[in-house]
């Protein structure tokens, strides 16, 4: 099984929600790996690789250290499509899709984490969202509980099944804490909009998680 992660924006908390997920899939029985689609901000390993494995409890793995989880790391801290043009590079996304297939014949589940939102430009005419749609990915879409998440994760749930992208789940990230009302209405909110138009979407709630 293969899933996309992404978010309703950059900071929505991708990078937990995916050691979160790999570590209950792990605690399920099935052998996990996480994968990043490109990296923006850092040098060598991928920090929110390193963040997944902190969650999930483990060592960073031969394939992180070999760049088959993440190759494309770029140092500036922008959309990929600028980062990579900042360092005169590209994002190969067939080579990205290849190393999900070498990953994918050696675990049961493999969990690949976005770059910011949905409408993240990862060249300049291919975003995040068409990734997604063009291998035909199950998508667990990371939501915040603050004011004004709620009309995010419906543009995102919209922008998913206009395009038969079939949503996992939805995370629900309750940390950090918003106003108990706000929480609590969009929670609800967005389980009666899924029951309407995504009733197959899971809705899981993630609250603080320790690393």
């Known amino acids: 099984m293969v899933y996309f992660v992404s978010g309703t924006d950059t900071d929505v908390g991708k990078s937990v929600a995916t050691g979160f997920l790999a570590k209950r899939f792990a605690q399920s029985g099935a052998k996990v790996i996480t994968q990043k689609l490109a990296q923006t901000g850092c040098q060598g ?3 929110d690789i ?6 999930m409890g483990i060592d960073l793995l031969p ?13 500036f801290p922008a959309s990929p499509h600028l980062a990579a043009k900042m360092q005169n590079a590209s994002i190969d996304i067939p080579a990205i899709a290849r190393r999900t297939e070498v990953l994918a014949q050696h675990y049961d589940v493999v969990l690949t984490e976005g770059v910011g939102g949905l ?3 990862l060249k300049d005419d291919f975003l995040v969202i068409d990734y997604i749609s063009k291998y035909s990915l199950g998508t667990f879409l990371v939501v915040s509980s603050k004011l004004g998440s709620l009309n995010h994760a419906l543009l995102c749930i919209e922008a998913c099944l206009r395009r038969n992208i079939s949503i996992a789940g939805i995370v629900y990230n309750t940390f950090a804490k918003a106003p108990k009302e706000i929480e609590e209405s969009t929670a609800e909110y967005i389980k009666g909009y899924l029951s309407r138009y995504s009733p197959h979407t899971q809705f899981i709630t993630m609250g603080r998680v320790e690393f």
């Open 45 to 47: 390993i991928s920090i």
């Open 50 to 55: 390193i963040t997944h494995r902190k969650i």
């Open 119 to 121: 409408m993240v430009p």
């Open 63 to 75: 394939e992180d250290r070999t760049g088959v989880t993440c190759a494309d790391v770029f140092d």
